[in-house]
T-cell receptor, first 111, second 119 residues
Framework: RKEVEQDPGPFNVPEGATVAFNCTYSNSASQSFFWYRQDCRKEPKLLMSVYSSGNEDGRFTAQLNRASQYISLLIRDSKLSDSATYLCVVNNANTGNQFYFGTGTSLTVIP | GAVVSQHPSWVICKSGTSVKIECRSLDFQATTMFWYRQFPKQSLMLMATSNEGSKATYEQGVEKDKFLINHASLTLSTLTVTSAHPEDSSFYIC???????????????FGQGTRLTVV
């Protein structure tokens, strides 16, 4: 079973739409959770960390459900510049500090 | 934020030759760095964990004799693809975390990636 599973999409949404991405992880001992953004042919860059209490950064809201081992990312008022691949990332420091990546969800925001 | 620099950004080499990729942490010390490979339309796959001053830890299915990793200092890890073949063509990315403490919540910083094409 994969460490992290994501719906690969693609998601094609109009500007201004709200879109949600989901992710599940298999290791209940996982400790840290992140959403990264990757533009085509570029390295991933941190979008936001995900905390148990949920956290919001502008138009982006991330939530974590440890009981269901489920992570979500909500993007409101989508912009053209939001078009990218969004990677769900899980880390368990107790097993070597490796980061495990989902396959990524492709988002295209259409004018 | 912390910066990880990777070099070269892209390389084209002939089949059978070896290619070295460097990963440097510019403003912090990284006792551990990670090497990933990404094929088109796929996610990043962890290849190995590079540990300063000791042998790298390879993921299952990754040939340690083909992908040589050297982490000689706290700011430099290198990945050498030996006897490269066309199927090794991929996007190779290194990453490092700030902080030496296990369990500390810090994100990973990535190098710019190296696009390797073997012809």
């Amino acid at each position: 079973r994969k460490e992290v599973e994501q719906d690969p999409g693609p998601f094609n949404v109009p500007e201004g739409a709200t879109v949600a991405f989901n992710c599940t992880y298999s290791n209940s001992a996982s400790q840290s959770f992140f959403w990264y953004r990757q533009d085509c042919r570029k390295e991933p860059k941190l979008l936001m960390s995900v905390y148990s209490s949920g956290n919001e950064d502008g138009r982006f809201t991330a939530q974590l459900n440890r009981a269901s081992q489920y992570i979500s990312l909500l993007i409101r008022d989508s912009k053209l510049s939001d078009s990218a691949t969004y990677l769900c990332v899980v880390n368990n420091a107790n097993t070597g500090n490796q980061f495990y990546f989902g396959t990524g969800t492709s988002l295209t925001v259409i004018p | 934020g912390a910066v990880v620099s990777q070099h070269p950004s892209w390389v084209i080499c002939k089949s059978g030759t070896s290619v070295k990729i460097e990963c440097r942490s510019l403003d912090f010390q990284a006792t551990t760095m990670f090497w990933y490979r990404q094929f088109p339309k796929q996610s990043l796959m962890l290849m190995a964990t590079s540990n300063e001053g000791s042998k790298a830890t390879y993921e299952q299915g990754v040939e340690k004799d083909k992908f040589l990793i050297n982490h000689a200092s706290l700011t430099l890890s290198t990945l050498t693809v030996t006897s490269a073949h066309p199927e090794d063509s991929s996007f190779y990315i290194c990453s490092a975390r700030v902080g030496r403490d296990v369990g500390r919540r810090t994100e990973a910083f990535f190098g710019q990636g190296t696009r390797l094409t073997v012809v």
